[in-house]
């Protein structure tokens, strides 16, 4: 453990019967932060947004939820996998037991999309959004169905940085990998301990099974961009609060071009590129959290001017 500091707790609440777990930090106005899917479902919601859990607790309630088999959260279908569809109930479910209302809700990757979707189908419980480099929520780049060379690029990186059927990492291996991505990080030393903790997690590798073996609409690009075409884009002016869209410039599965085409598909929204790779809030961390609270307190344009130009 950790010398002279204390880790960021796990809380518990039933949603729906479910055992959740989430992580809380500061207080004011709610901020939700919905992480990704990570290789093998080894993961901390802590791992994903301790900058952010830091960062803007100074102001803000902020609250980082495992979803469904992630982290601490139970298991309801073990052995089964749960896309991102089927975390949107779960999600709405926690702000409704966590008694949260008009929250500012920010997603990265695949939490994009569940945050999109929870907003668009519950816009009175999401006042803002903020959607962080998501190639679950961004249509391509060229005329349908993928009419642009630049397709070829992304579906190519995106099919070999989601390869999950290799084998499970031993606990050195991941708490080492993890470290040689975070080294110049201030929070190193506790995010090693988040990592113990998420591998020690007694479902821990009947996840990484279950995503071994992956349905094709879960591994084939081509199909795992048809769940946006059916749930996300028919009903994206649905949106009602301002959406802020903050993108990764070095992160080859998920083109700025894709971002950019996404914010133009939606009212009331800004766009923000930074130099980052995918995991763009530990990579521009100050800028992402300044980007947030100032979209969680006005609602209104950045004074960052937000990216105009052709992509």
């Known amino acids: 453990m950790l010398s002279g500091k204390s880790l960021i707790p796990e809380h518990r609440i039933s949603v729906g019967g ?10 004011g106005g709610p901020i939700v932060l919905l992480h990704g899917a990570a290789p093998g479902g080894i993961l901390d919601a802590r791992l994903s947004w301790i900058w952010q859990l830091y960062g803007l607790s100074d102001r803000f309630r ?6 469904l088999q992630f982290g601490g959260t139970d298991d ?21 037991a966590m008694a949260l209302k008009q929250i500012t809700l920010v997603g990265h990757s695949e939490g994009s999309f569940v945050a999109a979707r929870v907003a668009i189908v519950r816009p009175d419980l999401v006042s803002k959004l903020v959607l962080l480099t998501a190639s679950s929520v961004s249509p391509p780049i060229g ?18 940085s989601y390869d999950y059927t290799g084998p499970m990492p031993t606990e050195e291996e ?24 998420a591998y020690r ?4 590798l009947g996840k990484w099974e279950v995503r071994k073996h992956l349905k094709i609409e879960e591994t084939d690009m081509r199909k795992y961009i048809l769940l946006q075409q059916k749930h996300i884009f028919p009903e994206i002016d649905r949106l009602q609060g301002k959406t802020m869209l903050i993108w990764s410039t070095d992160d080859a599965t998920v083109a700025a071009e894709r971002g950019w085409k996404l914010a133009q598909m939606i009212r009331n929204s800004e766009f923000h590129l930074l130099k980052a ?10 800028a992402v959290n300044w980007l947030i609270s100032h979209h969680s307190l006005t609602g209104g344009t950045s004074p960052y001017t937000p990216y105009t130009g052709d992509l």
């Not at 479910?18 to 207080?27: D, L, R």
């Not at 997690?201 to 821990?204: A, I, L, Q, V």
């Open 18 to 27: 479910i055992g959740t777990s989430y992580y809380e930090t500061g207080a």
């Open 62 to 67: 902020v609250i980082a939820l495992d979803q």
């Open 277 to 286: 790779a995918h995991p763009i809030q530990r990579d521009q961390s100050e």
């Open 201 to 204: 997690r007694p479902g821990t």
């Open 143 to 160: 005329p349908e169905p993928f009419g642009d060379e630049r397709d070829d690029a992304w579906l190519r990186a995106a099919t070999t």
């Open 174 to 197: 991941y708490v080492r990998g993890g470290a040689c991505a975070y080294e110049q990080d201030p929070y190193q030393a506790e995010l090693g301990e988040y990592r113990r903790i």
């Open 76 to 96: 309801p279908t073990p052995g089964r996998y749960i896309n991102r569809l089927g975390r949107v109930d779960h999600v709405i479910g926690f702000i409704e």
